[in-house]
């Protein structure tokens, strides 16, 4: 495998329900986001762990609850979510330099989530 | 607020003509600019860069343009083929010290026809 990677590639979910979203980087980056992107609407960008530590969470539902257990790999856990929760989920990696940023994110196929 | 804005939602050209994708910012702070092609199903692939510092930048058919004063960057290109029909996104990069932040436009959807 090459890249950045996501699985599942659909899902279909109930309102009760628990799943997860996950990511694998193949890349040596230590840097990986959560990007939401609804219909006509820009890449939002959910969470930043860098080198293993969420460094931003941008105003996102506790609904969603993000782990990343090491830099090549990243969760996003989902319960309890509501039908407008439904979007492609995108999950990108970059190697942060540390400096002003100017480093490029890599991104994977997503997973598109449908929410019942 | 949208700080990165791709006025333009949709673009046709002709195959062979240029493709002229147009991208507007409000933080004089950005000091990287991307951009990024999307198919349907598939996530952003990454394009072209642009540093701050530079006013153009050139790989194969595509040209990025900044005008920092303008606080405008455009992606040109030439000649345009039916394969780059897909969605570009504009990006900048928020300068802080480790988080390595981007910000989206909202997208242009380019069309080529043979």
């Known amino acids: 495998e090459t890249g950045v990677t996501q699985t599942p590639r659909h899902l279909v979910m109930g309102m009760t329900n628990k799943k997860s979203l996950k990511c694998e980087q193949h890349l040596g980056h230590n840097a990986m986001y959560w990007y939401k992107q609804s219909a006509k609407k820009p890449l939002e960008l959910m969470f930043v762990y860098n080198f293993k530590e969420q460094t931003e969470n941008n105003s996102v539902p506790s609904r969603f609850s993000p782990e990343c257990p090491n830099s090549s790999h990243l969760f996003l856990h989902l319960h309890t979510l509501q039908p407008e929760d439904s979007a492609l989920y995108l999950c990108?990696?970059?190697?942060?330099?540390?400096?002003?940023?100017?480093?490029?994110?890599?991104f994977g196929p997503g997973t598109r989530l449908l929410v019942l | 607020d949208q700080q990165v804005k791709q006025n333009s939602p949709s673009l046709s050209v002709q195959e062979g003509r240029i493709s002229i994708l147009n991208c507007d910012y409000t933080?004089?702070?950005?000091?990287?600019f991307l951009w990024y092609k999307k198919y349907p199903a598939e996530g952003p692939t990454f394009l072209i860069s642009?540093?701050?510092?530079?006013d153009k930048n050139e790989d194969g058919r595509f040209t990025v343009f900044l005008n920092k004063s303008a606080k405008h960057l455009s992606l040109h290109i030439v000649p345009s083929q039916p394969g780059d029909s897909a969605v570009y996104f504009c990006?900048?990069?928020?300068?802080?010290?480790?988080?390595?932040?981007?910000?989206f436009g909202q997208g242009t959807t380019l069309q080529v026809k043979p």
């Open positions: 990108a990696s970059s190697q942060v330099l540390g400096t002003n940023g100017g480093e490029t994110q890599y």
């Open positions: 990006a900048a990069s928020v300068p802080s010290s480790n988080t390595g932040k981007l910000i």
């Open positions: 933080n004089s702070m950005f000091d990287y």
């Open positions: 642009i540093s701050s510092i530079k």
